[in-house]
């Protein structure tokens, strides 16, 4: 069986259970003080964080490359790139590899792993009149009243800004 179809066979009971979305899986992460969900279908593994080739004259973002199974992948520290200060890493610090494209590898690095979950257990919210950034889909609370943004990785990878690690880009 190739990966592509373990992926599939893994992730097409998932998909299917509930197309509303009420039932989805997502995987909790961390990254700095705000919580996360991810649809479990955007990334492909969670790994600890590699020896990382820096990049010179890249967005404060943009932690370099890593060589993953032979893969070339970009690493976006996810906190920085979200708006958020540089916070070290550490033994709980995990890089979510996500690949929607035969073209385009991206990991993005996240403060700590909060498991996964369903978000059947969430209560979505209703922004204050503030419009969400496109890649933040929905904000919910748990029970104990903690916010969470659903994140999606894919529509991150796709954004202009992400695309343009060149430091140069944002005085132009």
């Known amino acids: ?3 592509e179809e373990y992926q599939h066979a893994f992730t097409e009971p998932i998909e299917s259970t509930d197309k509303s979305g009420s039932s989805a899986a997502v995987l909790g992460v961390a990254v700095g003080e705000d919580r996360y969900l991810i649809p479990m279908i955007e990334v492909s593994e ?5 020896k990382l080739a ?3 004259l890249t967005q404060p973002w943009f932690l370099g490359l890593a060589n993953v199974r032979g893969n070339l992948y970009g690493i976006t520290d996810l906190g920085v790139y979200l708006g958020g200060n540089p916070m070290p890493f550490n033994l709980k610090s995990r890089m979510l590899l996500v690949s929607p494209s ?3 590898y ?3 690095v996240v403060n700590s792993m909060l498991g996964i979950r369903n978000l059947s257990e969430f209560t979505s919210v209703k922004s204050a009149k503030r419009k969400l950034p496109k890649d933040i889909t929905t904000q919910y609370k748990d029970t104990e009243g ?3 943004r659903e994140l999606s990785l894919f529509e991150l990878i796709r954004d202009e800004k992400f695309l343009q690690i060149d430091a140069n880009e944002s005085n132009k």
């Open 1 to 3: 069986m190739s990966t």
């Open 46 to 50: 969670v790994i600890p964080i590699p």
């Open 54 to 56: 820096r990049v010179p």
């Open 102 to 104: 035969n073209k385009v």
């Open 106 to 108: 991206g990991a993005f």
């Open 146 to 148: 903690r916010l969470w």
